[in-house]
């Protein structure tokens, strides 16, 4: 018994001396910073479309108005376009401003105000290829070929993620 007491004691008096004898833990010393790496250039995002005409529709099936052709890209991105015109006619690809009202027919010449992007007019069996910013508004756009008299026969969607 006296002896469990001198273990007893010992162990509060190692306690107290751990307690009074503790000194506040220094706080770590700050690894100095490298100086910041100089910021890298805004990444952009790159987005590739292949896009093929017809006489008169985009993509594979012949009815653009039901069904029309959806192309995805992310808001911003820099967007490569591989045109292939594979019909008989011009045609192009037009990406129209964001919710306006598109008169049937269109008319390229009186209605130029509504197009946001539009690539060059492709002669029949034409391939080009063309960069355009994708808009930073995500959302439905509607693309159409400016020919005239080619809407709505031939159009599509962009859709801006
Ligand atoms: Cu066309």
């Not at 770590?28 to 005409?53: C, F, K, N, R």
């Not at 591989?82 to 009186?110: C, R, S, T």
């Not at 290829?129 to 599509?156: K, L, R």
Request: net charge negative.
């Amino acid at each position: 018994m006296r002896i469990l007491s001198i273990l007893l004691a010992a162990a509060l008096l190692t306690l107290a001396a751990c307690g009074g004898s503790s000194t506040p833990t220094p706080a770590p010393t700050p690894t100095p910073t490298p100086a910041a790496a100089a910021p890298s250039a805004q990444e952009v995002i790159a987005a590739t479309l292949d896009v093929v005409m017809h006489d008169i529709y985009f993509g594979d099936d012949n009815n653009n108005i039901a069904n029309p052709p959806i192309w995805r890209v992310p808001a911003g991105a820099e967007v490569t376009i591989n045109l292939d015109n594979q019909g008989g006619l011009d045609h192009n690809w037009a990406v129209i401003k964001k919710d306006v009202e598109l008169p049937i027919p269109f008319m390229p010449d009186q209605n130029a105000d509504l197009i946001l992007w539009e690539g060059g007019v492709l002669a029949a069996g034409g391939k080009d290829t063309e960069v355009f910013t994708a808009p930073d508004a995500p959302g439905e756009y509607i693309v159409i070929c400016t020919v005239a008299g080619h809407y709505p026969s031939m159009q599509g969607r962009l859709v801006v993620e």
